[in-house]
């Protein structure tokens, strides 16, 4: 089936740096890539919509200068905490849609996810 | 607004027992209906999906569920229970935007199967 891979799964950082969290299909073409934030046992709250060479679409309360996303290519979505901050520390999950897949078993493709904790 | 709703936070079943995992929705038109499963510290596990046809739907690992019309519902359901079950359940439905299409998630059902 199609593999959709995150990296790091992990990373502490700083408050006040930035981080830059990768999404990758590995054998099948994403047009589309969901970025995705969970807390703790609570359910995934999407943060944006990103089609491959197009600017991403923000979710109402996401603020796109905080969270950048580029899809630069069909099989790469990277998300960047910029000036991260505590309450940013989150579990962060992306998937990948491919149209021509999507008529199979599965609409979206889920990551691992990346545990982000910021100090 | 399109929506899911999973009332159960847990549900606790004895391994071999039958389980149920409740899930309604409230959406415009026909529903695209999902479930997926996580496991700690992982991503989302697709496990079946309604859209036509059949109202049971049969998925992975020995899951099914019922889409009930009339309720406005679509129950995750196993007929005999593993200890391997024990998993976070999320029910979601697929909403149609002007920009496209997106999965609605609920708020997960918390599933521990004990001995």
């Known amino acids: 089936g199609a593999v959709v891979s995150q990296h790091p799964s992990w990373v502490i950082c700083k408050s006040g740096t930035s981080v830059k969290i990768e999404c990758r299909s590995l054998d099948f073409q994403a047009t589309t890539m969901f970025w995705y934030r969970q807390f703790p046992k609570q359910s995934l709250m999407l943060m944006a919509t990103?089609?491959?060479?197009?600017?991403?679409?923000?979710e109402q309360g996401v603020e796109k200068d905080k969270f950048l996303i580029n899809h630069a290519s069909l099989t790469l979505s990277t998300l960047t905490v910029t000036s991260a901050h505590p309450e940013d520390s989150s579990f962060y999950i992306c998937s990948a849609r491919d149209p021509y897949l999507a008529g199979e078993r599965n609409e979206q493709f889920f990551g691992p996810g990346t545990r982000l904790t910021v100090l | 607004a399109q929506s899911v709703a999973q009332p159960e936070d847990q549900v606790n079943v004895a391994e071999g027992n039958p389980l149920t995992v409740k899930c309604t929705y409230s959406v415009s038109g026909n529903p695209y209906l999902f479930w997926y499963v996580q496991y700690p510290n992982r991503g989302l596990q697709f496990l079946l999906k309604?859209?036509?046809?059949?109202?049971l739907v049969k998925g992975s690992y020995g899951f099914e569920a019922e889409f009930n019309k009339s309720q406005t519902s679509f129950h995750l359901k196993k007929p005999s229970a593993l200890v391997s079950d024990s998993a976070l359940y999320f029910c979601?439905?697929?909403?149609?935007?002007?920009?496209?299409?997106?999965?609605?998630f609920g708020t997960g059902t918390q599933l521990k199967v004990e001995l």
């Open positions: 990103s089609n491959e060479g197009s600017k991403a679409t923000y």
């Open positions: 979601a439905v697929r909403v149609f935007t002007g920009g496209g299409n997106k999965l609605t």
């Open positions: 309604y859209i036509t046809g059949d109202n």
